[in-house]
């Protein structure tokens, strides 16, 4: 059983920053491609960014590319999702997942996810 924890998210000005973490157990961490989705109200979910078990290779939506660095900290058995220059249409649920496939490509296919947590970004 995968279980995925995350926490960070709040309420932040434009421009701002926050940095969302998801817990899981280091043999999810250290074997599992890891992902961070987002869900605004009324709309679908949608991929942020991945990473995969191996080399650290990492995807980014367009949306978000060059203002989000997604990192592992094997230490804490985390990832880390960094969110930089935070814009108001960046406000979501943000959701943690984590797939067997190796593949980072953008995708909703991740069998297991976290319960999420909320973001809002204030203009």
């Known amino acids: 059983q995968v279980q995925l924890v995350e926490s960070g998210g709040g309420l932040v000005q434009a421009g701002g920053s926050l940095r969302l973490s998801c817990a899981a157990s280091?043999?999810?961490?250290?074997?599992?491609?890891m992902g961070w989705f987002r869900q605004a109200p009324g709309k679908e979910r949608e991929f942020v960014a991945a990473?995969?078990?191996?080399?650290?290779?990492?995807y980014y939506a367009d949306s978000v590319k060059g203002r989000c660095t997604f990192s592992r900290d094997y230490a804490k058995n985390t990832v880390i999702l960094q969110m930089n220059s935070l814009k108001p249409e960046d406000t979501a649920v943000y959701y943690c997942?984590?797939?067997?496939?190796?593949?980072?490509?953008?995708?909703?296919?991740?069998?297991?996810w976290g319960q999420g947590t909320q973001v809002t970004v204030s203009s």
């Open positions: 990473i995969s078990w191996s080399a650290g290779r990492t």
């Open positions: 997942a984590a797939r067997s496939n190796p593949g980072i490509a953008p995708t909703l296919e991740y069998e297991y």
């Open positions: 280091e043999r999810t961490i250290r074997t599992y491609t």
